[in-house]
């Protein structure tokens, strides 16, 4: 089933996210993580990319199993800076081969090798989305980042740009992670006066030890505000608190969302089935609502 046919549903939609492992070696134990998440039925599970291609056909065959073996809609990311065309396409007929409806569109990190842009490659996620309805019938969701991308030069460039990916074929947005719940409902003001009017599912990331604080800098550049600071200079040196405290964030930001109309949920839970399954459990009424 396509995510956007799901979307339209007038109630509460909940997904998780989980990771391909780097090794094949790792492949049996991303799969018991992937079965725990299942059983809660989320709406869909999104199975990210590898950096650099290399985890893709892990990509491609965790996404086959939670939508054949689990019976869980899986949502296949698919990046596209680090391979060729060529390479990308193939990627694309390979997934529409296995039943995958529905794609993430990324245009992923630039190799440090690389002389970009590359004729030889898609230079940015928009021309990705067009290609991907070339070679099938998808659902193509996209990222955003309400606190701008990284590379943007402002704001309105940022939503032009994001504008122009809608409008290739977009169905529905996905945010990088914010910890501030005022971000996200700015971020949706702009870009609902910019016309983009696309299902926005608002990117939750429960931070469950201190050293993801500065990972999730380092990758997003994200804003941390100080009342999430505070619970990190106090439970951090703590692991077990550190977790408590920081699901008990999400789940606060998670239920002001829902009580402010927000009606799609996306955790990256990533592989941490113990949190997906404590984040359900806080939410159980709540969703029925």
Same mark, same amino acid.
């Given at each position: 089933?396509?995510?956007?046919?799901?979307?339209? %549903? /007038? !109630?509460?939609?909940?997904?998780? $996210?989980?990771?391909?492992?780097?090794?094949?070696? #790792?492949?049996?134990? &991303?799969l018991?993580?992937t079965?725990?998440?299942?059983?809660?039925?989320?709406?869909?599970?999104?199975?990210?990319?590898?950096a650099?291609g290399?985890?893709?056909?892990?990509?491609?065959?965790?996404?086959?199993?939670?939508?054949?073996?689990?019976?869980?809609?899986?949502?296949?990311?698919?990046?596209?800076?680090?391979?060729?065309?060529?390479?990308?396409?193939?990627?694309?007929?390979?997934?529409?081969?296995?039943?995958?409806?529905?794609?993430?569109?990324?245009?992923?990190?630039?190799?440090e090798?690389?002389?970009?842009?590359? %004729? /030889? !490659?898609?230079?940015?996620?928009? $021309?990705?989305?067009?290609?991907?309805?070339?070679? #099938?019938?998808?659902? &193509?969701?996209?990222?955003?980042?309400?606190?701008?991308h990284?590379?943007?030069?402002?704001?309105?460039?940022?939503?032009?740009?994001?504008?122009?990916?809608?409008?290739?074929?977009?169905?529905?947005?996905?945010?990088?992670?914010?910890?501030?719940?005022?971000?996200?409902?700015?971020?949706?003001?702009?870009?609902r006066?910019?016309?983009?009017?696309?299902?926005?599912?608002?990117?939750?990331?429960?931070?469950?030890?201190?050293?993801?604080?500065?990972?999730?800098?380092?990758?997003?550049?994200?804003?941390?505000?100080?009342?999430?600071?505070?619970?990190?200079?106090?439970?951090?040196?703590?692991?077990?608190?550190?977790?408590?405290?920081g699901?008990?964030?999400?789940?606060?930001?998670?239920?002001?969302?829902?009580?402010?109309?927000?009606?799609?949920?996306?955790?990256?839970?990533?592989?941490?089935?113990?949190?997906?399954?404590?984040?359900?459990?806080?939410?159980?009424?709540?969703?029925?609502?």
């Open positions: 089933m396509k995510i956007i046919d799901k979307l339209k %549903e /007038d !109630r509460i939609h909940i997904s998780f $996210e989980v990771f391909p492992p780097k090794t094949n070696a #790792g492949f049996d134990k &991303v018991r993580a079965n725990r998440i299942a059983e809660l039925k989320p709406d869909f599970i999104s199975v990210t990319y590898g650099g290399g985890t893709s056909k892990n990509t491609a065959e965790i996404a086959r199993h939670i939508k054949e073996d689990l019976g869980v809609e899986s949502l296949a990311h698919l990046t596209c800076a680090s391979s060729t065309k060529d390479e990308v396409i193939n990627v694309i007929k390979n997934l529409k081969e296995l039943g995958i409806e529905n794609i993430l569109a990324l245009r992923g990190d630039i190799p090798n690389l002389s970009f842009p590359s %004729e /030889d !490659r898609f230079r940015h996620a928009s $021309e990705l989305v067009t290609e991907i309805h070339k070679n #099938g019938d998808f659902c &193509v969701g996209a990222a955003c980042y309400p606190e701008g990284p590379e943007s030069q402002c704001s309105k460039e940022d939503i032009r740009f994001l504008k122009e990916k809608v409008d290739r074929g977009v169905d529905f947005l996905t945010t990088q992670m914010f910890f501030e719940n005022d971000i996200h409902y700015n971020f949706l003001y702009r870009i006066e910019a016309g983009i009017t696309v299902p926005v599912l608002p990117g939750i990331m429960p931070i469950t030890s201190a050293a993801q604080i500065k990972r999730s800098v380092e990758l997003s550049g994200t804003v941390f505000p100080r009342r999430f600071l505070a619970i990190a200079d106090r439970f951090g040196d703590c692991p077990e608190a550190m977790q408590q405290a699901i008990a964030y999400a789940v606060d930001q998670i239920i002001d969302l829902l009580a402010n109309g927000v009606r799609n949920i996306h955790i990256y839970s990533m592989n941490k089935p113990e949190v997906a399954e404590t984040i359900m459990s806080q939410l159980s009424e709540i969703v029925k609502c």
